[in-house]
Protein backbone atom coordinates (compact mmCIF):
# COMPACT_ATOMS: atom_id res chain seq x y z
CA UNK A 1 0.00 0.00 0.00
CA UNK A 2 0.97 3.56 -0.39
CA UNK A 3 2.60 5.33 2.85
CA UNK A 4 2.68 9.16 3.57
CA UNK A 5 4.52 11.65 5.57
CA UNK A 6 3.11 14.88 5.50
CA UNK A 7 5.64 17.77 6.70
CA UNK A 8 6.02 21.70 6.45
CA UNK A 9 4.12 22.53 9.74
CA UNK A 10 4.85 24.74 12.22
CA UNK A 11 3.96 28.10 14.27
CA UNK A 12 3.30 31.51 11.62
CA UNK A 13 1.76 34.79 12.71
CA UNK A 14 -1.70 35.69 10.85
CA UNK A 15 -1.18 36.75 7.26
CA UNK A 16 1.76 34.72 6.70
CA UNK A 17 2.39 31.57 4.53
CA UNK A 18 3.13 27.93 5.00
CA UNK A 19 3.84 25.07 2.37
CA UNK A 20 2.73 21.41 3.31
CA UNK A 21 4.12 18.58 1.72
CA UNK A 22 2.91 15.04 1.24
CA UNK A 23 5.49 12.84 0.32
CA UNK A 24 4.28 9.09 -0.68
CA UNK A 25 6.27 5.85 -0.96
CA UNK A 26 5.58 2.39 -1.89
CA UNK A 27 3.57 3.86 -4.65
CA UNK A 28 3.18 6.55 -7.55
CA UNK A 29 0.99 9.48 -6.37
CA UNK A 30 0.02 10.39 -9.33
CA UNK A 31 -2.08 7.19 -9.43
CA UNK A 32 -3.98 8.68 -6.46
CA UNK A 33 -6.89 11.37 -6.06
CA UNK A 34 -5.18 13.07 -3.14
CA UNK A 35 -6.95 14.75 -0.35
CA UNK A 36 -5.79 17.17 2.33
CA UNK A 37 -8.08 17.43 5.76
CA UNK A 38 -7.56 19.66 8.79
CA UNK A 39 -8.75 18.73 12.57
CA UNK A 40 -8.85 21.62 15.01
CA UNK A 41 -9.05 20.30 19.34
CA UNK A 42 -12.63 19.41 19.78
CA UNK A 43 -13.93 19.20 16.34
CA UNK A 44 -14.70 16.81 13.12
CA UNK A 45 -12.03 16.30 10.49
CA UNK A 46 -13.14 18.81 7.60
CA UNK A 47 -12.16 18.03 4.10
CA UNK A 48 -9.79 21.45 3.10
CA UNK A 49 -8.53 20.48 -0.99
CA UNK A 50 -8.28 17.84 -3.27
CA UNK A 51 -7.00 17.42 -6.38
CA UNK A 52 -7.71 14.22 -8.69
CA UNK A 53 -5.55 11.42 -9.91
CA UNK A 54 -5.83 12.41 -13.75
CA UNK A 55 -6.06 16.08 -15.33
CA UNK A 56 -4.83 17.53 -12.01
CA UNK A 57 -8.73 19.10 -11.40
CA UNK A 58 -9.27 20.65 -8.06
CA UNK A 59 -11.55 21.26 -5.32
CA UNK A 60 -11.40 23.53 -2.53
CA UNK A 61 -13.94 24.28 0.56
CA UNK A 62 -15.30 27.41 0.85
CA UNK A 63 -13.17 29.12 3.99
CA UNK A 64 -10.06 28.79 2.04
CA UNK A 65 -10.33 29.58 -1.82
CA UNK A 66 -8.84 32.17 -3.24
CA UNK A 67 -5.89 31.47 -0.27
CA UNK A 68 -4.89 27.91 -0.16
CA UNK A 69 -3.81 26.41 -3.28
CA UNK A 70 -2.74 22.24 -3.59
CA UNK A 71 -0.88 21.11 -6.59
CA UNK A 72 1.83 17.71 -7.38
CA UNK A 73 4.83 17.34 -8.21
CA UNK A 74 5.32 13.92 -9.67
CA UNK A 75 8.85 14.17 -10.12
CA UNK A 76 9.31 14.28 -6.72
CA UNK A 77 5.78 11.77 -5.58
CA UNK A 78 4.40 14.54 -3.41
CA UNK A 79 1.27 16.55 -3.36
CA UNK A 80 1.88 19.56 -1.37
CA UNK A 81 -0.54 22.52 -0.16
CA UNK A 82 0.61 26.37 -0.63
CA UNK A 83 -1.26 28.23 2.25
CA UNK A 84 -1.49 32.31 1.98
CA UNK A 85 -3.03 34.00 4.48
CA UNK A 86 -3.90 32.54 7.40
CA UNK A 87 -5.74 33.22 9.84
CA UNK A 88 -6.20 31.63 13.40
CA UNK A 89 -9.04 29.82 12.49
CA UNK A 90 -6.80 27.73 9.90
CA UNK A 91 -5.04 26.47 13.34
CA UNK A 92 -5.44 22.44 13.39
CA UNK A 93 -3.37 19.25 12.25
CA UNK A 94 -3.58 18.56 8.81
CA UNK A 95 -3.58 15.34 7.18
CA UNK A 96 -3.10 14.15 3.69
CA UNK A 97 -4.96 11.61 2.16
CA UNK A 98 -5.00 9.11 -1.11
CA UNK A 99 -8.08 7.14 -2.55
CA UNK A 100 -7.75 5.01 -5.90
CA UNK A 101 -11.14 7.02 -7.36
CA UNK A 102 -10.99 9.69 -9.88
CA UNK A 103 -13.55 11.67 -8.02
CA UNK A 104 -12.44 14.18 -5.64
CA UNK A 105 -14.80 13.62 -2.28
CA UNK A 106 -14.68 15.63 0.19
CA UNK A 107 -15.47 13.00 2.66
CA UNK A 108 -12.94 11.45 4.94
CA UNK A 109 -14.44 8.14 4.40
CA UNK A 110 -13.67 7.62 0.77
CA UNK A 111 -9.78 7.85 1.28
CA UNK A 112 -8.06 4.96 2.72
CA UNK A 113 -4.78 5.67 2.95
CA UNK A 114 -3.65 8.35 5.58
CA UNK A 115 -0.77 10.39 6.86
CA UNK A 116 0.04 10.78 10.80
CA UNK A 117 -0.22 14.74 10.32
CA UNK A 118 1.74 17.94 10.51
CA UNK A 119 0.70 20.60 12.84
CA UNK A 120 -0.42 24.32 12.20
CA UNK A 121 -0.77 27.10 14.45
CA UNK A 122 -1.60 30.77 13.41
CA UNK A 123 -1.27 33.40 16.24
CA UNK A 124 -2.62 36.56 15.85
Known amino acids: QVQLVESGGGLVQAGGSLRLSCTASGRTLSTYTVGWFRQAPGNEREFVAS????????VYTDSVKGRFSISRDDAKNTVSLQMANLKPEDTAIYYC?????????????????WGQGTHVTVSS
Open 51 to 58: IVRIGGNT
Open 97 to 113: AASHSSAPSSSAAHYPY
